[in-house]
């Protein structure tokens, strides 16, 4: 295998792996629309295109004139944790989940791992009828929540709020 070049001269961190580096095979790629930085295999994007980039939410908002753009952007959140910036991708059904929700939260399915497509959310999840217990570190119910591997923990949090709380997931 050869070895890759890679590009430390760019300061963007990728919003699904949370990592910076980007290389030939796969480089960090930037919305054109909203700025989010994704690694291509990270996000699925199968072929750079050749023009302009648009993540998946800024290319559904793209279709829609401007007035109800910033509506329905306002309104785009993960269905997981609730938050609206990040890497997000349609699942099932219409609900939008960022992929770093998805990969940690049991029983999300993404059957298409080449395009980070075709996601699948549980009923519990895509229905919201039952209700979640809040998360310890935003205080929102809006989805489920991990509960703490760590012996005589029972805090529960979204993995994205995990995350950026600087908590360690493993």
């Known amino acids: 295998r050869a070895e890759e070049k890679v590009n430390e001269e760019d300061d963007v961190i990728c919003q699904v792996c ?21 690694h291509q295999r990270c996000y ?13 939410r800024c290319e559904y908002l793209n279709v829609f004139p401007k ?9 785009t959140c993960c269905r997981i944790c609730g ?34 497509t075709n996601i699948k959310l ?13 998360c310890s570190i935003c205080d929102k119910s809006c989805g489920p929540v991990l509960c703490c591997n760590h012996d005589g923990c029972a805090v529960k949090y979204h993995p994205y709020c995990a995350w950026y709380a600087g908590q360690y997931m493993t």
């Open 18 to 38: 949370f990592d910076g580096k980007s290389t030939e095979l796969n480089p960090i790629l930037m919305c054109d629309r909203c700025n989010m930085a994704i």
């Open 44 to 56: 699925g994007v199968v072929k750079i295109p050749e023009g302009s980039f648009f993540c998946s």
């Open 122 to 134: 549980p009923d519990a999840i895509s229905s919201s009828k039952e209700p979640c217990p809040p």
């Open 83 to 116: 938050k609206k910036d990040g890497a997000l991708k349609r699942a099932s059904g219409g609900a939008w989940v960022h992929l770093f929700c998805a990969h940690w939260t049991s029983g999300v399915r993404i059957l298409n791992v080449i395009q980070m």
């Open 67 to 75: 007035k109800r753009q910033k509506i329905i952007f306002g309104r």
